[in-house]
């Protein structure tokens, strides 16, 4: 069985995550935990997959308790001191659904995935009758704004005088991001902020041709200062300038990961980030006295706990992947709402331009190459030798797909996709096209060789 992605249980409610599904997860996952908190998306089907969810884990004696719906870091600040699970599909479209665990505040990891695998492939029956869970109710929505005020308000300066307008996607972002940056001092102007599981407004995800009503509404109104656009559950960010235009996200990460390294007090400060994000990112946390290691997609929260595992001098200041940011100081999740709270902050303290001005953006280029789920293991394992052999002169690395950094500080990366037949490309470099197509034609060499 092969349930878990880099992002929890994710798919189609009609052919994957059913409540069929969803009971036998439960039930599976109710043995690793004497409590679970659970709240969900805007999705219609969320309210479904939940009852199944919580009846499988009741049924194996652990208690339940019912938050409503939620921003998924909403759910993660909830999960401190016990288990969590969060019912989304986050970005997907509306006929997708979705199982995300924490604990503690952090997502489970890809070990504790596995174990709930193994557990519903033994096919475990339910607990005695009169051990059987109970369910409760709890409201901590109000708690983790809180949370999220009193943190941000440690960085940049009040938002009296600025115009945000927020683009919530018709997700419970907007359950969050307004009411904290209105906390915060802003005039805040919302888009699709009521929450409604077909999204009527956009599609959920928040990428530049989604968002254009965003875009056209902070063009065409002076007043407006920023625009922040959100995806379906709160965990992802786009930032849109009062031009109207969009803040590449590895940029955005750039200046986060300075900013962050130089408030850090430790000895040695780094940032956690993933293969996939550009090397303007390194150059940034270099400078600011810095380093960078890389984990896997989807996996900040492990390459987190092994780095600080290492040494009691090390520190992760800040973590990242494009359009997803963690806080460690607020907590080990990813989390939009913060991410827009503090940002902000940053700006109105010394505007964009300033904190822009510094980060090197070199064209960035990405363009897959189509490989059946059968040929990538295949395909990737020659990739890692004739890759390095192409480009002699990088520095190679082969712990997440293929990543090599040449000279002239452009880098490529070569990875399989974990949710479709494609083996990803992606090049930076001051003529990244032509990088990115030297790279895809050994790709798709090595795509036939291996079909």
Same mark, same amino acid.
């Given at each position: ?28 996952? /109710? ?6 908190? *659970? ?27 019912? =938050? ?7 759910? !993660? ?18 006929? #997708? ?18 174990? =709930? ?11 005695? $009758? ?13 708690? +983790? ?61 928040? !990428?530049?041709?989604? *968002?254009?009503?965003?875009?056209? +509404?902070?063009?065409?109104?002076? @007043? @407006? #200062?920023?625009? =922040?656009?959100? #995806? /379906? ?18 940029? *955005? ?5 300075? +900013? ?62 494009? $359009? ?7 907590? =080990? $999740? &990813? ?50 030798? &004739? ?34 037949? +494609?083996?990803? @490309? ?26």
């Amino acid at each position: 069985m092969d349930l878990f992605g880099t992002t929890g249980i994710r798919g189609p409610v009609a052919t994957k995550v059913t409540p069929e599904l969803a009971l036998s997860v439960g039930r599976a996952a /109710g043995e690793y935990g004497e409590e679970f908190v *659970i709240a969900r998306d805007g999705r219609r089907t969320g309210l479904a997959i939940a009852a199944a969810l919580e009846a499988g884990l009741e049924s194996a004696g652990a208690d339940v308790v019912r =938050i409503g719906m939620a921003p998924t870091p909403a759910l !993660s600040f909830a999960s401190y001191g016990r288990h969590g699970v969060m019912i989304t599909a986050s970005h997907n479209p509306s006929p #997708d659904n979705g199982i995300k665990f924490f604990v503690d505040g952090v997502e489970y990891t890809t070990a504790d995935e596995n174990r =709930i695998e193994e557990r519903i492939d033994a096919d475990p029956g339910p607990a005695p $009758w009169d051990e059987w869970g109970r369910r409760t109710r709890e409201e901590p929505l109000a708690a +983790y704004r809180d949370a999220v005020v009193e943190y941000a308000r440690a960085h940049g300066t009040s938002l009296d005088g600025m115009t945000i307008a927020v683009d919530a996607g018709n997700g419970v972002a907007a359950l969050g991001t307004p009411s904290v940056l209105r906390r915060l001092g802003a005039t805040v102007h919302t888009l699709h902020a009521n929450v409604d599981g077909h999204f009527p407004g956009r599609p959920s995800k928040p !990428s530049p041709e989604n *968002i254009t009503d965003l875009t056209q +509404y902070v063009r065409e109104r002076e @007043v @407006v #200062d920023l625009g =922040i656009a959100h #995806d /379906g559950d709160g965990d992802r960010i786009v930032v849109v300038d009062s031009d109207g235009s969009i803040v590449h996200e590895d940029t *955005i990460l750039a200046v986060l990961s300075s +900013y962050f390294v130089e408030q850090s007090d430790a000895d040695d400060s780094v940032v956690m980030t993933t293969p996939n994000v550009s090397g303007r990112v390194d150059e940034a946390v270099r400078a600011a006295g810095g380093r960078v290691e890389r984990t896997a997609l989807g996996l900040l929260h492990e390459g987190i706990a092994e780095v600080e595992a290492k040494s009691e001098e090390t520190a992760v200041a800040f973590a990242g992947e494009p $359009w997803k940011c963690i806080h460690p100081e607020l907590g =080990i $999740w &990813t989390d939009g709402i913060a991410t827009a709270a503090v940002l902000s902050r940053l700006i109105a303290a010394e505007g964009l331009d300033a904190l822009l001005d510094p980060i090197t953006e070199r064209p960035l280029e990405k363009k897959p190459v189509d490989c059946p789920e059968e040929a990538k293991a295949d395909a990737m394992e020659r990739l890692s030798t &004739t890759l390095p052999e192409q480009f002699p002169d990088g520095n190679v690395s082969l712990e997440y797909g293929v990543r090599i950094e040449l000279p002239d500080a452009s880098w490529f990366l070569v990875r399989p996709s974990g949710t479709e037949p +494609y083996i990803r @490309v992606y090049a930076e470099s001051d003529d990244a096209k032509a990088l990115l197509e030297e790279v895809r034609e050994t790709v798709k060499e090595a795509v036939e060789a291996a079909t």
